[in-house]
């Protein structure tokens, strides 16, 4: 083991793509061995997973020897032989077992890590030196130990069966399906102009409009396949979270029981990338402010264990993610009278439940009364938002007094398509997110007035509401009529759009506009082509000001 | 502004002899190198985008892609003409071949034709007193009667995504 620190010197001329290779292999593997992991923990005799662990751990060796990596093939040989004494039966897997797994698991991470990122030329080309000599001693330690507990009758697997649950399944390049998925937008375009066009002769022509109805037919369902192709089950990211909570309810004291439910529910890849942020920061802040300790708990009548429920399911064309705990809930006057505190609020405003709640996510934010190292520190939850509303979602909370809190996380499916409201304003249409649309009326005398130099507002059910002019915010000059408002959810508040006409739902394809226009006015979000080949403008109406 | 005076600097752009496709605005010929020109477009519908400089004229769909529309009237300066139906859109490649916009459409008056210059047509545009190094030009040439200008491809992209200032 002399060795055992030696830095690594990555090679990339000779070995790059070797490297490359070895790094994404690597990813999945890490992942085996987290879930396997975390899945013996519950279940210590299941012999499949154990071999499964224990073959990621051969496969990591394996590459690791043929590319000179040293430290990570020792690092992996030295887990290997602890799982292989549990495989014969000789060690007793427990939890300091799993809790070396796992932390030998992230040892090896953060190899492949840096190595990424020397790769991709994310960091610089340096040698790698992350020091494994203080675990090696542990997994020797631990394997001096052997407890040996009776041998079991049953046969320990010698050989293990070599891949026989994996189903057929080809690896592509994520770009070569974005661009799949571009065509096939461009070719629903294409398919619904060709429509248009025949509309007319179609009447007289039965042949023409079998024909036409077929291909619209199929058109759509290539759309449906090629989108589903990028569909991922959310299940990696709700794994993540399992290892998550079981590190933080360790380092916090704390039991918590994580139950999910929906891990099956698929969405698009770069949507699940981007999801397991703002979850993190949720879970997070569940264990750390939502949970209370097992004593408090039982204090009130709870049992010691804290529940947390992950729970993912489609609904109305899009996908709902919902964190859910047991724990306080949120505590409506200290929210209060922080948001006072920091001037949000008027002290003794009635504010309704779902507007005090919002407040917690406004940044810098936190009611925490000890800081501690994981959450408190009043970013977080502001974050969370922001990124949810990058991917074009919302948050809603329900939280009662004792009775835990309910993060909801709204989101469209993919992030190639959005479900679109198009209006219309002094002659151009305009596409907005359906998902923030909360409704829309005509205004009716009195309904619209003028706050001096705050501008308009609606007064809705009793509710104000800031209100904006679309075509004189733009400087279109808007068509004659009364218009028709769209309420539209910005963040936090509710907004009036007071547009000239509603025209349709309707989902596109979204494109990106150039950089300059985008800098230009922020709160064009992006374009897309609508049914006559015209482009419309996406607005991004949080940016709408 | 600065960086881009300064990569000015270091490549001093000259007109090269070579293909010219050349249009009209407000009854003036001008020239643009024609490996850069794409395509040329007519009759297709322009979605303006709300707060825009009069420069950038809106945007279009070419086959699925989202490019910008320039009008180089409002850049030169020249009064806006209403689009009649000669007026047509040249689609032109930036220098960086791979950034997503990198095609731009420009709104010109009418395109006029292919012209080749060899070096004895080309001169050095003549200096009006002002810093020509504020203007687009990468010279005139002298084709039959006719003094057509030849403009900077590359100094009209980069001034139209420069930021606003």
Redesign the interface.
Known sequence: MSDADSPIVLNLESDGDLLKEYVIESREHLNNIEQGALMLEEHPDDADTLNSVFRSFHTFKGGAGFLNLNPISQLAHGLESLLDLARQQKLAFDAPGIELILRGRDLLKQFIDQIDAQLTGAAPLSPIAISISDFMGKIEAAMAVQPKPEPSPRPAETSAPVSASESATVKVDTGKLDSLV?LV??LM?AQSLVAQDTNSQAAANPQLARNMAQMARVTRELQRVSLSLRMVPIRGVFQKMARVVRDLAARQNKEVQLITEGEETELDRNLVEQLADPLLHMVRNAIDHGLESPEAREARGKPRAGVIHLRARHQSGGIIVELQDDGQGLDRERILAKAAAKGLAEPGAKLTDLEIWQFIFTPGFSTAQEVTDLSGRGVGLDVVRRNIERLRGRVDVESGPGQGTLFKLVLPLTMAIIDGLIVMVGG?RYILPTLLARESFRPRPGMISTLPGRGEIVNLRGRVIPMLRLGE????QPEAGEGIIVVVQTGPTLKCLLVDQLLHRQEVVI???????R???PS?AG?A?LGD?????ILDVNALN | MKAGECSIAEAPSAARPGKYLTFVLGGQSYGIDILRVREILRLI?I???????PH?R????L??????VLDLRAMFGLPAAAGHDRSCIVVVQGRQADA??AL?GLWVDTVDEVIHLSEKDIEAPPDFGRRMEDQPLLGVAKSGQAVKILLDLDRILRD??S??S
């Open positions: 571009d937008g461009e375009i151009e915010h733009f400087g279109i494109k990106n506009v150039s950089e300059t226009i800098q230009r006015n064009i374009a082509i080949g015209r482009v419309g403008l | 519908a979605t303006p985008v709300p707060k825009m400089p950038i809106g945007v279009i769909n086959r699925g892609k989202i490019i910008p997503a916009g731009t139209q995504t930021a606003p």
